[in-house]
């Protein structure tokens, strides 16, 4: 099992420490460093400063939102940083919610993800092989355009940047069963949101005959520390902002899959008091347990401990949300 680093999205503003922790990720042995969007910072443009500070280290967007773009602009983005890294980059997509998608891009969300999910794909891979034109009759993402309000001048085109790799590794993150089973047949890798060592049905059939060489890299949040419920707070106030705001009370993938995972009242009751305006409430409500189950907190031992339930399943990557050296260090340590 490998290790990435995983260093989210901005907050109000850039973390000057990202660049020393990718750094010091690569110089522990990380086999890849990971950058995020939601809707203020961007991913690419992160990860294209981390790439002109290191050298080894491996790219990749956890993730980058599909409603962000057309297809064939994130394949740009994504050929134009492997180019400049070295054929360091990977590709992760994600197609977030209503919320964001209709709230912050101006964007319908499609009625049916799976097949925008699928469509979007098939564009970017077309892209990246650059082996004639791109060409697509979808129902979400035509090429060339077809819509009524079309000019009838669209010619499908080739890119003029020959693509440093046709094989560009293409990683989707995908909370329900059949969006998940839909990863494990289109991607070269599936990024959850949230694992459980000890719950892999929760995802359904999916995972019991995945591909050779098809990536699995949950993010988990880790802290080496003595207070196993002091190191779990940042865990449950992350939860506590996803269950309970990050989606509309009628729809909201993060609270569906952590009902799915067996915690069905305390994720409709973390709901009902953060869009009451109960926040910490909120956070409170999250389970120790459900936070505790998803990341790797407390002493060393602890950690070793739990990181053998980790590596036993069929993960391949699990990428480390912490901004403490020490962490990553001990982390590496356990790793090796």
Same mark, same amino acid.
């Given at each position: ?13 850039? =973390?000057?420490?990202?660049? /020393? &922790? $990718?750094?010091? +990720? ?8 990971? @950058? %995020?969007?939601?809707?203020? =910072?961007?991913?690419?443009? /992160? &990860? $294209?400063?981390? +790439? ?8 990749? @967007? %956890? ?274």
């Amino acid at each position: 099992m490998r290790l990435g680093l995983a260093l989210g999205y901005w907050g109000r503003g850039p =973390s000057p420490d990202h660049i /020393p &922790l $990718a750094r010091e +990720a690569e110089r522990l042995g990380y086999d890849s460093v990971w @950058t %995020a969007e939601s809707w203020g =910072s961007d991913a690419f443009t /992160p &990860l $294209a400063w981390i +790439a002109a500070h290191t050298s080894t280290i491996k790219l990749g @967007t %956890a993730v980058a939102q599909m409603a962000a773009r057309p297809p064939t602009t994130t394949a740009m983005h994504a050929l134009t940083l492997d180019h400049l890294s070295g054929g360091r980059m990977m590709l992760g997509l994600g197609l977030s919610g209503p919320q964001v998608v209709e709230g912050w891009y101006g964007r319908p969300f499609p009625k049916s993800p799976l097949t925008a999910t699928r469509e979007y794909v098939d564009v970017v891979r077309q892209v990246l092989r650059r082996e004639a034109p791109v060409e697509l009759s979808g129902r979400f993402h035509s090429h060339p355009y077809q819509g009524p309000d079309a000019t009838g001048l669209g010619k499908p085109l080739k890119p003029i940047t020959h693509p440093l790799r046709a094989g560009l590794p293409v990683l989707l993150g995908a909370e329900g069963p059949k969006n998940v089973a839909q990863t494990a047949r289109i991607a070269d890798g599936w990024l959850p949101l949230y694992w459980s060592p000890t719950r892999p049905e929760v995802y359904g059939p999916a995972l019991a005959d995945l591909p050779e060489g098809f990536l699995v890299a949950p993010m988990a949040q880790a802290r080496v520390c003595d207070d196993v419920a002091e190191g779990l707070l940042p865990v449950k106030m992350m939860l506590g902002f996803y269950i309970g705001g990050m989606g509309h009370a009628a729809r909201n993938f993060h609270a569906d899959l952590m009902a799915r995972m067996g915690y069905e009242e305390d994720a409709r009751r973390i709901q009902d008091l953060f869009l009451s305006g109960r926040r910490e409430e909120a956070v409170r409500a999250v389970p120790d347990a459900f936070a505790d189950e998803i990341s790797l907190v407390g002493p060393r031992e602890r950690i070793a401990e739990r990181l053998e339930s980790w590596r036993k399943g069929p993960v391949t990557d699990l990428l480390v949300l912490s901004p403490d050296r020490h962490t990553l260090r001990v982390l590496a340590e356990l790793n090796a």
